[in-house]
């Protein structure tokens, strides 16, 4: 069964350093999403993107906050210069053309010290 | 504003019971519910989703209710499995709307 892939697992980085999480959506899905989750809270929205341009983004996504689509497979989410309360999992999500089910990947644990 | 909320952080159920979790939503714009189920340390995994023209949705041994009259929606498991245990999240969509906006979550403990 097709699934989205995220790499890497876990990423610790220094405060103000730029990190890129990697996602690989499920093939011929047309919609894209990142979420986090803050241990032990809910999980938030950051971003979606479709059609090569970004669609909604909530006030998390700042400009510290960017995501690409490079090529015909990755999606990924960059954060320039990386604070304290980045801390978090990252979730990357997908979707088909039809129906709303967002599929989620197993996620990247960002710690930045 | 718009908010996504459990009535209940934990549920301890026998191995074998029904599981029902609840939830409730304030956006009167929400068109779309989802329910997902997330274990330690892995992804928020689908289960069960519903538009808002059903009231009920029913899966292998999972049932979606969908009360749009008091913006609740609830969760039920039957036959309950230790494979069960996990933290539930209900989650919903505004139409129009790309993001999906999550609960806080229930985590469902089973016991032997």
């Known amino acids: 069964e097709p699934e989205v892939t995220q790499t890497p697992s876990h990423q610790v980085t220094q405060m103000g350093q730029e990190v890129i999480l990697r996602c690989v959506p499920i093939s011929n899905h047309l919609y894209f999403y990142w979420y986090r989750q803050i241990l032990g809270q809910k999980v938030e929205f950051l971003v979606s993107f479709y059609n090569n341009e970004i669609s909604e983004k909530s006030e998390i996504f700042d400009d510290q906050f960017s995501v690409e689509r490079p090529d015909g497979s990755n999606f990924t989410l960059k954060i320039r210069s990386t604070k304290l309360e980045d801390s978090a999992m990252y979730f990357c999500?997908?979707?088909?053309?039809?129906?709303?089910?967002?599929?989620f990947g197993p996620g990247t644990r960002l710690l930045v010290l | 504003g718009e908010s996504v909320g459990l009535h209940l952080p934990t549920l301890s159920v026998q191995e074998g019971d029904n599981s029902i979790i609840n939830c409730a939503y304030s956006?009167?714009?929400?068109?779309?519910f989802i329910w997902y189920k997330q274990e330690s340390g892995k992804g928020p995994q689908f289960i069960i989703d519903i538009r808002s023209n059903m009231d009920k949705r029913q899966g292998q041994r999972v049932t979606v209710l969908l009360n749009k009259t008091v913006k609740h929606l609830s969760l039920q498991i039957a036959a309950t499995q230790p494979g069960d245990s996990a933290v539930y999240f209900c989650a919903e969509k505004s139409q129009g709307a790309q993001k999906l906006v999550f609960g806080q979550g229930t985590r469902l403990t089973i016991n032997p």
């Open positions: 956006n009167s714009a929400s068109d779309y």
């Open positions: 999500a997908s979707r088909g053309g039809v129906g709303e089910t967002q599929y």
